[in-house]
């Protein structure tokens, strides 16, 4: 791995490089998911079944499309209770984080006499979409199902496929502890047009949250604005800066749980001391043998990986809001001050027994965090996904006719008359 | 007008229809929006320049794209000095309201000694799309553009189409006074991309705001992800609710004041009392003649108007939550109990004297609301579209001590090696 100082001349165009979008084309997903939706918005559950066929290998009835009570009961019955009781943890640690999050409301008297303010409800219903195979992770069920529990949205289907009918045990146990109300054998774009549209047997729903490969990535951005969806998520990154106080090894196994994620996927790490710099290269390259997603962590930290050193940490800070990374590890003897001027990031993990993977899983925070630079403008999935305000304003004749008059006058220069006349004409009855 | 009461035999039929998505389809505006993004993207400034020729009817140089302080100042010179007092006090309770919005932060220590909680940050930039013509509102000039300056975004660019070199005085005062920092003549696509991708005159932003046509919805939709977008609009909707104590012609304006704004809006009237929803409708038919935008306002309450007769307020509840309408109006002598069930409306007005159009202009919350049912997942316009929350978890020996196996198990079982061993390599360590 290259070392790279910002005192050397081709810092500046090396790091530009290191921005570079990573996000994958995914222009060939948008006709085949224009279909799909549109086949799905008219035939219903047999274009569901069809897909399933065709993608899954799956040949399913519209009966079988949900997953029974049953099947998820004894599906928690297989499951080692060690790590049912690591799933509860987790569970609750993220319940009682995602509780502070409840926003009050907001109900005030103003000078004008104006009574103003607003509420926060919860949706009526939430879809939750999991990925099939090896990226079926509990964890994210959890993280993406609790959230919308806190909210007080009742009702929370998950589309999972099942390819060739095999399906992880422990996402069922994961959503069946976070309370989700209905499980269908779906994936894909079809789930997601499923979702919005709804079909005979699964009900529409308001908004859809979780991962997915590049059609439901796609078939999100297309269905946006009919539901809400939380975010187009693409490939993950950390940022971890580190100080000589640390175990080259330890830092090396947090640049690696971000590289084996995805060959995408980019693990940056900034320190302040180039002896320091090359052992943690050193060990990064010791660590990648033991990995048993060894190919995948080798080519993101080949491909996207660097090692940056700074002359000082102040000198971090704006590398760091450019980056505005997903995670970022503070791994400083005293991280208060570089803590304080970080304004763009995901989550920040502070100290160094404090790793990513804690995060990931039993921190409390949520995990689905804002990926590729959004953290410039987006936040992690919250309790704020799954509730909306209604604001609202009640006068009597005191606040009409203290601030009705500029109202009519702007309505009037912008050409609207009913507007103007539905102030003024009240106006009028005050003063007869 | 067809006025039709909850007890009628077609009820259910009538209202499934009123609630029948009243969005145009965009799907023509997919290609040329690709091929515009694109071209920006590519060509900076020559290709904004060459579709504001083409488009706009303008021949501009790359030096004339931005609209310069003087010109702002000598558009500010010309306007009537009541109306510039008008915008202020506008000005002055829109930024009020929002600035009761500013949410805490979160920091507290946890049972198992973590240090959790988040920051909200505000984004770096903004951009503010307006459209021109007759739809360039100074009004929405101020109600995008002071939320972003409350939460505390530094730079705010404006983009505003003049065609044929047309530019309303008013969209630049109101800019001014609402504290945008740049302003470019440039509309359409070409904006949405110039904002996103950046030209050598107009720098990217993080997130991008504002109504716009067919063609501006279409790019925004392409461009999300990228940058942040506020949402998709689509046509807007008022419910008027109102018992017999009303002034019919004052309820016949409300609706038409909806009306007045696009065909596609939709004014729909419910009350207790069929003489009363007669005169009403009668009320409706004369206000009609004295509109400015007489054929919009009619074209739009023939199609999508209706006048629906409950037989006491609890039967309207599941009504307005199904519509979940953008502007609800209360005009009742008891709105209380009404209020309180409401779950999905974007701005609730309530009372007799407070009429939308209030809202629009002087109200004090925002007019910029989730329109087409959208109420039922999103939330108007306010500071939250510019913050951020950074999430944070900062732990010591105890911490990982206490809740690191669970994490270990649960990395192990997802089959990410690199994850477990950052987190047992530290207990390791611990133990030594």
């Not at 948008?30 to 897909?51: R, W």
């Not at 099947?71 to 209770?81: G, R, S, T, V």
């Amino acid at each position: 791995m290259k070392i790279i100082s910002t005192n050397q001349p081709d810092f500046k165009t090396f790091f530009c490089n290191l921005l570079a979008a990573r996000t994958a084309d995914t222009s060939q997903a948008t006709k085949p998911v224009t279909e799909i939706l549109q086949a799905v918005k008219n035939d219903g559950d047999d274009a569901l079944c069809e897909y399933t066929k065709r993608f899954d290998r799956l040949l399913l009835s519209p009966t079988e499309l949900r997953i029974t009570e049953q099947e998820i009961k004894q599906a928690c019955k297989k499951i080692d209770p060690e790590l049912l009781d690591a799933l509860d943890l987790a569970a609750q640690r993220i319940q009682k984080f995602h509780e502070k999050q409840l926003p009050p409301d907001l109900d005030y008297r103003d000078d004008c006499g104006f009574n103003l303010g607003y509420r926060w409800n919860a949706m009526d219903s939430a879809g939750l979409y999991v990925p099939g195979g090896t990226a079926a992770y509990p964890s994210s069920v959890l993280m993406n199902a609790i959230p919308a529990k806190v909210a007080g949205v009742k009702r929370l289907a998950m589309c999972v496929p099942t390819p060739d009918g095999h399906l992880n045990p422990l996402v069922l146990a994961a959503a069946y502890r976070a309370g989700v109300t209905e499980i269908y054998r779906v994936g894909g774009a079809q789930a997601i047009a499923a979702l919005t549209f709804g079909t005979q047997t699964i009900e529409s729903v308001d908004y859809i949250v979780g991962p997915g490969n590049a059609y439901v990535a796609e078939a999100k951005r297309q269905v946006f604005g009919l539901v809400g969806i939380d975010s187009v998520a693409g490939p993950s990154e950390v940022v971890v800066v580190a100080d000589r106080h640390n175990n080259p090894t330890h830092i090396a196994l947090d640049l690696l749980a971000q590289a084996e994620h995805d060959t995408m996927a980019q693990s940056i790490f900034i320190t302040d001391n180039e002896e320091f710099a090359h052992q943690v290269s050193l060990a990064v390259n010791e660590q990648l043998k033991s990995l048993s997603r060894k190919e995948i962590a080798e080519t993101s930290w080949k491909n996207h990986g660097a090692i940056l050193v700074v002359k000082f940490w102040e000198e971090a800070i704006p590398l760091i809001n450019r980056i505005a990374p997903e995670h970022l590890e503070l791994m400083l003897e005293n991280p208060d001050d570089l803590f304080s001027k970080i304004k763009h990031a995901g989550t920040i993990f502070i100290g160094k027994w404090c790793p990513e993977a804690i995060g990931d899983y039993v921190g409390g925070p949520n995990h689905v965090l804002p990926t590729s630079r959004t953290a410039r403008f987006s936040s992690g999935l919250s309790v704020f996904n799954f509730l909306k305000r209604t604001t609202f304003l009640k006068s009597d004749e005191k606040g009409i006719e203290k601030v009705g008059p500029a109202a009519v006058a702007i309505a009037k220069t912008e050409g609207l008359t009913a507007h103007a006349l539905s102030i003024s004409s009240r106006l009028d009855s005050l003063h007869k």
